[in-house]
Structures are given as structure tokens and as C-alpha cells.
């Protein structure tokens, strides 16, 4: 089987790409290992674990690839204030939407339920997918790609887009070389309720452990998606508490913010460990998303990133088609590498400080961290100009996610 691009991955980010391309007129086929089925949504059930905090750049893109509506259908929470403070000390910032005019900051969506709005658009289109399909090997032959499948298939292509996550198979085959390190930390994430509603604001606190987030979820107000940072072996110790043990635990570290954590959906454990592609791209070859880079949760803008990453990429390739230019050139996508490694090591590098900068012990930098938090609170020309940033509102914006 041939095709003019392949794109492996079609979670989030690959399915993002393959809808902007959808009317290129290229024959696009998208190859991922699971079902690639749309499942029934009950928006009285239980939470995904996993969820994104969406910026409004994100949510542009959703809208003109006609996911958003979708999604808002499901099950999504809109967050208008943003509330930081250091554990350690008196250090705290408060962000709001209406410091630039704006109704919300983002919107805190489970995972699962962008995946199968991104779904549903495909099944629509005129798309190739290729489910249940796992990648076995990947080899230069002539000019194109030959894929070969866990069946057996061969699938033959110029040009692969690796959109297949952290550990991605495409980026390992094609031997792309990346830089990573350990966090040396641990993410629990789960959903809990509590007792006091959370008045529509993400909320974060840093601890000597760790940051600990409790994310706004749609319903009720009173429950949230918590992602909490810490070492191994705290971790391990948190994962074994029964569940009521648990919630005081938490509703402790979280200095019971929002009064008692009065309940908990299972918990998941997660490594954390930071990576990026020292190239995104080669002749023929590009990562997105993942496969390119990993950042910590700290803010939540890891998927942010990497529907910039698909907007960006989609933009090149239809410029370039526009041009005549073969879209397997390493000179075509050398242009969406220098587009977004830079804003993307910008993003690594801020996420790197502040987790460096909250884990430090030394009494000057204690101080420093809380003195800086207060400053910035008292400067709302500062604050705004973070909220525009990460609403999505400055910088080099593709069409896709332009206001």
C-alpha cells in the first residue's frame, strides 16, 4: 500500500494534522495500533485520569478542524483564574482572564474525550486509517519509506510524521537521537471531590516534594483533576494508602484549599522524565508532539504544544504544495522545525526553572522564589502579558490557532 504521507500516531496530535491536511488533496493514510473507535459517552460517568489544560489556542485549532463542538457536547471545564502559592512560603500569584479581557484561561478536558471528538471528524473524512496496525520496522527503500506492519503489511510512503507519543517507535527505528533525563519524580493523577466547590480555578501549590495541581472538571464544581509531583518512594507510600488515607493525605499537602478531599477515583502513577529530539526533522521524516518532546506537567502544556506542532507542520506542507515543492525536502520541513523548536525549548527551559527553583532547599533561594512570586503578583502589566501568552494571544501563531 502507498500513500503520499503517513502519519503514525493518530492520537491527539496526528489525528490534529491528518484533519488539517484532510483537503490538501494528498492521499493521507494514518496508522495507529489501537481500534480507532469513537466510544459512548455518558456525561455522568466516571472521569478519564488523564486530562489537558486546553489554551485558547488550542481551542482555536479544535474549532476550525470542527472537534470543538464536539468536545463541548461531552464534557469540558472552562477556568477563569489561575491561583499559584508557594507551599514553603508566602509566596503567591493569582492569574485572571479579565486582566486582558478575555472569559476564560483554558479549559480542563479529559483526554478521552478530545481523542474521540478528533475520531469522529476522521470517521467522517475521507481519511485513510489503518487500525490495530503496530509498526515493526521502518527502512529507507529508493526515495520512499517501507513500513512494515505487525502483520506483515508493507506500506510504503516519502514522507512519515511520527506522531506516535514519548516513546515513540518511528523516532527509535529511524534512529533519531534525543537528549532526556529523569525527573527523579512521580506523577499521581486522579479525580477526587471536594467538600468547597472550585469556582472555576486551577489551582496550584508547590511543596518541598513536589507541585501539586488541582484542576477544575466539569459537573458539579466539586470535582477535580489532581496531578501531584513527588519522589518515588513518596510516591509509592501514597499509592499504597487506602482511599481514605489518601484523601487526608491530600486534602493536608493541599492545605485543605477546598476543605475536605471527601473522595477518590482510582489512581494512576506515572514516571516523569523529560525529552526532546535533538532534530525534529530529516529528508522524508518529521516528530510531533511527543515523539518530539516531553515536558513536565507542571503547567499542563504539553498537548498545547503539540497541536502548535501540527498547525505549524500542516502550514509548511501546504505552502510547499502550493509551490510544487516535494514535501519529503528536507528544506521544506527544516521550515516548521525552526518555527517551533525555539518556542518549544523556550517552553522546556521555563518549566525546567521553576520545577528547579521550587525544589530548592537554600534559605536565600526560598526567599528569592517568594519574594519573586509577590512581586509578580503586584505587577498586573507583567501577569497579563503571561496571561496572553498562554492564552495563545502573541508570538507565531499558524493560521490554525490565530484569533
Not at 527502512?139 to 511520527?162: C, Y
Request: glycine fraction near 8%; charge should be neutral; charged fraction near 20%.
Amino acid at each position: 500500500m502507498r500513500a503520499d504521507l503517513i502519519i503514525v500516531g493518530a492520537g491527539m496530535v496526528g489525528s490534529a494534522l491528518a484533519l488539517a491536511l484532510k483537503d490538501s488533496g494528498l492521499d493521507i493514510l494514518l496508522v495507529d495500533g489501537s481500534p480507532l473507535s469513537v466510544k459512548p459517552f455518558d456525561r455522568q460517568g466516571a472521569y478519564e485520569p488523564r486530562v489537558s489544560a486546553l489554551s485558547a489556542a488550542s481551542q482555536r485549532v479544535l474549532e476550525r478542524l470542527g472537534a470543538w463542538s464536539a468536545i463541548e457536547r461531552r464534557r469540558c471545564s472552562p477556568y477563569a483564574q489561575m491561583q499559584v502559592w508557594d507551599g514553603s512560603g508566602t509566596g503567591q500569584v493569582h492569574f485572571s482572564a479579565a486582566s486582558v479581557h478575555a472569559d476564560v484561561l483554558g479549559h480542563i478536558v479529559e483526554n478521552r474525550v478530545i481523542q474521540d471528538a478528533l475520531l469522529e471528524r476522521l470517521h467522517d473524512s475521507d481519511l485513510g486509517l489503518l487500525a490495530n496496525a503496530r509498526l515493526e520496522q521502518l527502512r529507507h527503500s529508493g526515495d520512499d519509506w517501507l513500513l512494515t506492519l505487525g502483520d506483515g503489511r508493507e506500506l510504503r510512503t516519502p514522507l512519515v510524521i511520527a506522531a506516535d507519543g514519548a516513546n515513540s517507535a518511528v523516532r527509535r527505528l529511524a534512529g533519531c537521537a534525543t537528549r532526556e533525563w529523569d525527573y527523579l519524580h512521580h506523577a499521581i493523577v486522579t479525580s477526587v471531590r471536594c467538600a468547597t466547590p472550585h469556582g472555576g480555578t486551577a489551582w496550584q501549590r508547590f511543596t518541598d516534594d513536589g507541585p501539586l495541581a488541582f484542576l477544575p472538571l466539569a459537573g458539579d464544581g466539586h470535582w477535580c483533576s489532581i496531578v501531584w509531583s513527588t519522589r518515588p518512594a513518596e510516591a509509592e507510600r501514597l499509592m499504597a494508602l487506602e482511599d481514605h488515607d489518601f484523601c487526608l493525605a491530600l486534602s493536608k499537602a493541599f492545605e485543605w484549599r477546598l476543605g475536605e478531599v471527601l473522595q477518590s477515583d482510582p489512581r494512576l502513577c506515572i514516571p516523569l522524565r523529560q525529552r526532546h529530539a535533538k532534530r525534529y526533522v530529516e529528508k522524508g521524516l518529521a516528530l510531533i508532539g511527543d515523539a518530539a518532546h516531553t515536558i513536565h506537567p507542571l503547567a499542563g502544556q504539553g498537548v498545547n504544544l503539540g497541536f502548535l506542532d501540527a498547525a505549524v507542520l500542516a502550514e509548511v506542507l501546504l505552502h510547499a504544495l502550493e509551490r510544487g515543492e516535494p514535501l519529503a525536502d528536507l528544506k521544506v520541513l527544516s521550515r516548521y522545525e525552526r518555527r517551533r523548536m525555539p518556542h518549544n525549548l523556550a517552553m522546556m527551559a521555563a518549566m525546567e526553572g521553576f520545577e528547579r527553583l521550587f525544589q530548592a532547599d537554600p534559605l536565600p533561594l526560598r526567599w528569592l522564589r517568594n519574594t519573586g512570586l509577590n512581586w509578580v503578583n503586584g505587577l498586573p502589566e507583567a501577569k497579563a502579558l503571561f496571561v496572553r501568552q498562554a492564552l495563545g494571544l502573541s508570538g507565531d501563531l499558524p493560521a490554525l490557532a490565530r484569533p
